[in-house]
């Protein structure tokens, strides 16, 4: 298990490289996270959804996703809930403190989807949630040394050197954790070192002499995380490439935004994430409205910004905009959720740039969709994951066909579009032809990008790390 000493000190990123090293290795692998908090989800080929960094770590060992490899998901939707999903299904809304309280009943839940994967993989690599020396989380924790103890899961800390004070991180750990947790870590991680690492030997042997774990490597830095699809909203940021102008306003509950990660790969996109605070540029060549935990609190929080103004400026300039999912939920006219599934019970008006209504209620959609687009008829993958139903005149110019049936809509006047398809841009096909749409030049190859990154970091941590000795390490769990 691959704890660390905070929050993204790379944890994700290291579960995806040795995935890849040890798959290549030609053992059978698969990764596994027992709580994750994100809004980042992704859907998964038994019908339910995990957060998108299990995703990118089963792809790195050759597997689909599923959800026994992250059985407990909250997605946050205000600053103390956050809806809970249970091996893959929606189970409700949970409030932090009754979430803290109960949590330790998800145990049985979390070691039966452990379990199955252990039956059938020859390596689990586990990760860990923030850090195992939140002393006042530690009860009843399932995410930590909770669930490793539980488990009989050998554990691995990680520091980021980056941050500065990795000697602090993580001796500092082992003052504070109490003794059996300290007895279940066999070893650390120093992450991000930049520079000549025999600079930092006589660090690495003092973290050794105070705490007594072995060290199993250095990491440098790599380069080319940014490549890589994003775990949560903290990691996603501007990419500086080309003319072409895509705008994303920054949502407070945005989601599923790996739909970025294509355009930012064009070296003739630049991708810029605008902040809560500041107008919307009036030089997009696209406005991206993305998805949302929460469509009409973000649709509140959009307004307060004066986005809504931008938007209506650029529509009349002949700008073009894009809604995905919850970002196409706010571009119609009106939006309802009587029942409260997607946060607090309400209506409102919407922003009127497309000519269609949604209704939240029902079962949430949570499917991977292969579709073709309309006109053209370019071939495209994604997955729906989504509640409510959109409909309404503009729906009638659908842009998208998903088994026979139109999805999507487009305003008369072709500038608006919206659709709940994610992963669309992927296909770069569909992306060359969507640029050029926009006057602008596709050169990347997306897909074989990203196994080309998710093979150099496996390259990368075969350099730094003793992978031999972390698999000696590794043990057969507890039944």
């Known amino acids: 298990?691959?704890?660390?000493?905070?929050?993204?000190?790379?944890?994700?990123?290291?579960?995806?490289?040795?995935?890849?090293?040890?798959?290549?290795?030609?053992?059978?692998?698969?990764?596994?996270?027992?709580?994750?908090?994100?809004?980042?989800?992704?859907?998964?080929?038994?019908?339910?959804?995990?957060?998108?960094?299990?995703?990118?770590?089963?792809?790195?060992?050759?597997?689909?996703?599923?959800?026994?490899?992250?059985?407990?998901?909250?997605?946050?939707?205000?600053?103390?809930?956050?809806?809970?999903?249970?091996?893959?299904?929606?189970?409700?809304?949970?409030?932090?403190?009754?979430?803290?309280?109960?949590?330790?009943?998800?145990?049985?839940?979390?070691?039966?989807?452990?379990?199955?994967?252990?039956?059938?993989?020859?390596?689990?690599?586990?990760?860990?949630?923030?850090?195992?020396?939140?002393?006042?989380?530690?009860?009843?924790?399932?995410?930590?040394?909770?669930?490793?103890?539980?488990?009989?899961?050998?554990?691995?800390?990680?520091?980021?050197?980056?941050?500065?004070?990795?000697?602090?991180?993580?001796?500092?750990?082992?003052?504070?954790?109490d003794k059996g947790d300290v007895d279940g870590v066999v070893g650390f991680v120093v992450n991000r070192f930049r520079g000549d690492q025999s600079l930092f030997d006589e660090g690495c042997y003092d973290i050794v002499r105070r705490t007594g774990w072995p060290s199993l490597g250095v990491i440098g830095w790599f380069d080319d995380a940014w490549k890589l699809p994003a775990e949560d909203m903290l990691?996603?940021?501007?990419?500086?490439?080309?003319?072409?102008?895509?705008?994303?306003?920054?949502?407070?509950?945005?989601?599923?935004?790996d739909d970025l990660d294509p355009l930012a790969a064009e070296p003739e996109v630049t991708v810029e994430i605008v902040p809560p605070g500041r107008a919307l540029p009036g030089d997009a060549d696209l406005v991206l409205i993305p998805g949302s935990k929460s469509t009409l609190g973000d649709l509140a929080f959009l307004r307060a910004q004066g986005w809504d103004i931008d938007l209506a400026a650029h529509h009349r300039r002949g700008g073009r905009i894009l809604g995905l999912c919850g970002g196409y939920q706010m571009l119609g006219r009106h939006l309802s959720d009587p029942d409260g599934v997607d946060g607090p019970p309400g209506e409102v008006e919407g922003l009127g740039l497309l000519d269609v209504t949604?209704?939240?209620?029902?079962?949430?959609?949570?499917?991977?969709?292969?579709?073709?687009?309309?006109?053209?008829?370019?071939?495209?993958?994604?997955?729906?994951?989504?509640?409510?139903?959109?409909?309404?005149?503009?729906?009638?110019?659908?842009?998208?066909?998903?088994?026979?049936?139109?999805?999507?809509?487009?305003?008369?006047?072709?500038?608006?579009?919206?659709?709940?398809?994610?992963?669309i841009f992927a296909s770069d096909q569909f992306r060359a032809r969507f640029l050029a749409e926009l006057g602008h030049a596709s050169s990347a190859r997306y897909e074989h990008e990203v196994e080309a990154t998710l093979d150099a970091l496996a390259d990368h941590l075969e350099r730094y790390m003793d992978l031999d000795l972390l698999w000696s390490l590794a043990r057969t769990p507890l039944a």
């Not at 990691?235 to 935004?257: H, T, W, Y």
Request: hydrophobic share 40%.
């Open 358 to 423: 949604t209704v939240m209620g029902g079962d949430k959609r949570l499917r991977q969709t292969h579709a073709t687009t309309l006109p053209h008829h370019d071939v495209v993958t994604g997955y729906e994951i989504h509640m409510g139903v959109t409909d309404g005149p503009d729906c009638a110019r659908a842009w998208l066909q998903v088994d026979g049936r139109p999805e999507g809509a487009l305003s008369p006047d072709g500038l608006v579009r919206g659709s709940y398809l994610h992963g």
């Open 235 to 257: 990691d996603i940021a501007s990419n500086e490439g080309g003319p072409c102008k895509i705008v994303v306003p920054q949502l407070a509950r945005m989601c599923n935004f």
């Open 1 to 177: 298990m691959i704890q660390g000493t905070g929050s993204n000190v790379g944890k994700s990123l290291i579960v995806a490289g040795l995935a890849r090293a040890f798959a290549r290795r030609g053992l059978r692998v698969a990764p596994f996270k027992p709580q994750n908090m994100s809004n980042n989800a992704a859907v998964t080929v038994d019908g339910g959804e995990i957060g998108r960094a299990q995703a990118l770590q089963a792809r790195a060992a050759g597997l689909a996703p599923h959800t026994d490899m992250n059985p407990v998901l909250l997605k946050p939707e205000s600053e103390t809930g956050a809806q809970l999903v249970v091996q893959g299904k929606r189970q409700g809304v949970a409030q932090a403190k009754a979430y803290q309280r109960d949590k330790a009943g998800l145990l049985p839940v979390v070691l039966e989807s452990f379990g199955r994967l252990c039956d059938e993989y020859d390596l689990v690599l586990v990760e860990g949630a923030g850090s195992p020396a939140e002393t006042n989380l530690r009860q009843g924790d399932i995410a930590n040394m909770g669930f490793a103890l539980a488990a009989g899961v050998p554990v691995v800390l990680v520091g980021d050197i980056n941050r500065g004070g990795v000697i602090a991180q993580i001796v500092g750990h082992k003052a504070v954790m």
